[in-house]
């Protein structure tokens, strides 16, 4: 893994723009035309007031245009005057390839980078997930990046060609007259130190805008993906308050940076106007003691005013660079996080699993200052039906957040058919893996999309078979679209039983090694639940099956029960015998 934090901008931006050299490489040679067709530009005009209207000699270094000049005032002027208009439409056409290309890099630019942070993004383990909020990572992802976009990919190239532009015109002033080019540099320095101050304030500001924006989005994003908690609950004013300090706080701090930008502009702008007013106040003077020509105090007029053109535009573009530093830095601190759970370089496929599983030794916790397992064993034989009881926080679901390397143990080992399942590479894992939670999870996509998320080359006939066999059909073939109806948000357009059934067809129609449920019939009627654990019954037969059970009717079906409490195994064995026991689970069963 790059070490982003080292240096943000470089790793961030110039890395990623080293991909696009092509582009970046056209871009860059228009922005050299721009420059020679800019210092270029007052050339005709001194041609025209030195050597026609005043008539002076030409020097040795004009030379070449002495046959223009000898062809006549009349077709001279005609020539001068086109070569403005050529001058002109060259600087135009060299500015569209430039802004297309620069835009072009742009959004390339925010394309690789937003799927590079989308993709470690899911790499990140969940206890990182766990303790972030969503709009805040939203607000990386899209906003961040937009920032980046906006201002690198033109500042990389704008700067480079606004120095050489600035390069170039003072070298031509010095060549005409050096003691003029120091009266117009003399103003740089304090434009820079002033500029120096500004963009400090800028960058402060900008880091607690982005920070305020990001707790904007997460508070939106919470209230809206719980609505149906807010209505229910009548707290529509109190989100209301809540969101409006939070905006007012952003709002603020947007206002705070509009103020500092605008006066980065007003001093650029203030100090160009005394470089001008000294260059033709100096520069007359010069004029009338025979040091200089009214062409050369011309072209220095032209070159002060398009000198503090691109030092304007460099300020406007540092004023930018303090906010998007502050982007570059928040996308750093997510990709220099590096994901802890990795597969080794040997780490092989898993395929056609037996399903025998064992835990040896097995502890762990969500923070080394507390543990939620403790020193967890099992063996579970292939094919066998086992469920997993006890009260909430018992550590059952951290059970199988590392059985499917969720998260890793701190201690003991965890073994699949005798292998530790830190060989298996994690995808080849899980997907030898079908799970049904408790929780459905659906995405906003159609219902066919849904069920074949466990299985992305599934057929139709598959994805109608598992639907079938989950008793989701019947209710699907009423929908108005049938298999391709959209559902909602987070399925949230059907009824939990309903959700329940598309959940447990998406984890059937892979034919899993190893089946886990939680519960997965607790939202649907009696007649359905009992049709559900027959069809489960029917397609795991042979093969390994978890069930992590809250209801303690029909437990004779299980080949083996797990009785947890307090993070640890007290009790195991089938039904009949764990009741002899007169222990923990049968507390459980009679409560």
């Known amino acids: 893994m790059t070490d982003h934090s080292a240096n943000p901008v470089r790793q961030i931006v110039v890395n990623h723009l080293l991909r696009m050299k092509g582009k970046v490489l056209i871009a860059g040679l228009s922005l050299l035309g721009i420059i020679l067709t800019e210092v270029l530009t007052p050339w005709p005009l001194k041609i025209i007031f030195d050597y026609i209207l005043l008539d002076k000699p030409l020097p040795e270094f004009l030379s070449m245009l002495a046959p223009l000049l000898q062809a006549g005032t009349s077709v001279a002027l005609i020539i001068l005057s086109c070569s403005m208009a050529g001058i002109a439409l060259l600087n135009g056409s060299f500015s569209y390839l430039q802004t297309y290309n620069t835009a072009r890099v742009g959004h390339e630019l925010v394309y690789i980078l937003r799927r590079e942070l989308f993709s470690h993004l899911q790499q990140l383990p969940l206890s990182f997930h766990t303790r972030s909020r969503t709009g805040e990572l939203l607000s990386r992802v899209s906003d961040d990046t937009s920032i980046l976009k906006d201002v690198f990919a033109e500042w990389s190239l704008t700067l480079l060609a606004n120095l050489l532009t600035v390069i170039s015109m003072m070298a ?162 997510i990709l ?162 309903q959700r329940q059934r598309i959940c447990l067809a998406r984890a059937i129609i892979k034919r899993p090694s190893l089946l886990i449920l939680d519960e997965p019939t607790s939202a649907v009627d009696p007649l359905s639940k009992a049709l559900i654990r027959e069809t489960v019954q029917r397609i795991q037969q042979g093969k390994t099956t978890l069930f992590i059970a809250h209801e303690f009717c029909d437990m004779e079906q299980f080949d083996h029960i797990l009785v947890f409490k307090n993070g640890r195994i007290v009790e195991h064995g089938p039904h009949h015998d764990l009741m002899k026991l007169q222990g923990h689970y049968c507390e459980l069963v009679n409560a």
Not at 181 to 192: G, H, K, Q
Not at 220 to 242: I, K, P, W, Y
Not at 259 to 266: E, M
Not at 414 to 434: A, H, T
């Open 336 to 497: 220099s996080i590096n994901p802890n759970i990795v597969d080794p370089p040997h780490a092989i496929a898993a395929v056609n699993l037996q399903g025998d599983i064992q835990f040896q030794n097995v502890s762990f916790g969500y923070t080394p200052q507390s543990s939620v397992l403790h020193d967890i064993s099992f063996h579970i034989l292939p094919g066998q039906r086992v469920a997993m009881v006890g009260a909430s926080g018992a550590g059952k679901s951290t059970t199988i957040n590392l059985l499917l390397r969720l998260y890793e143990a701190q201690a003991g080992t965890i073994l699949i058919d005798s292998r530790d399942i830190k060989d298996y590479s994690r995808e080849s894992l899980r997907r030898e893996i079908g799970i049904v939670l408790q929780d459905t999870v659906l995405t906003g996509a159609s219902i066919r999309e849904n069920i074949s998320y466990g299985k992305p080359n599934a057929t139709v006939d598959e994805v109608e078979v598992a639907a079938r066999e989950a008793l989701a059909h019947d209710f699907i073939m009423e929908l108005p679209d049938r298999y391709d109806t959209i559902l909602g948000e987070r399925g949230d357009t059907l009824s939990g039983g």
């Open 172 to 333: 031509i002033m010095f060549w005409l007259n050096w003691q003029l080019s120091l009266v117009v540099l003399a103003n740089v320095p304090i434009l820079f130190f002033c500029l120096y101050i500004l963009n400090k304030k800028i960058k402060i500001i900008a880091n607690r805008q982005r920070t305020q924006e990001g707790k904007m989005a997460s508070q939106v994003s919470e209230v809206l993906s719980s609505m149906t908690l807010v209505q229910a609950f009548g707290r529509e004013e109190h989100e209301d308050d809540l969101f409006e300090v939070q905006s007012a706080k952003n709002r603020e701090e947007g206002i705070r940076t509009a103020r500092t930008t605008a006066a980065v502009s007003k001093i650029v702008i203030f100090i160009s106007a005394i470089g001008k007013a000294a260059t033709v106040l100096f520069g007359a003077v010069y004029v009338l003691s025979n040091t200089m020509t009214p062409g050369d105090l011309l072209i220095f007029v032209s070159y002060v005013t398009s000198l503090f053109k691109p030092l304007r535009e460099m300020a406007r573009l540092s004023a930018k660079f303090s906010r998007a530093f502050v982007s570059a830095h928040r996308i750093s601190d």
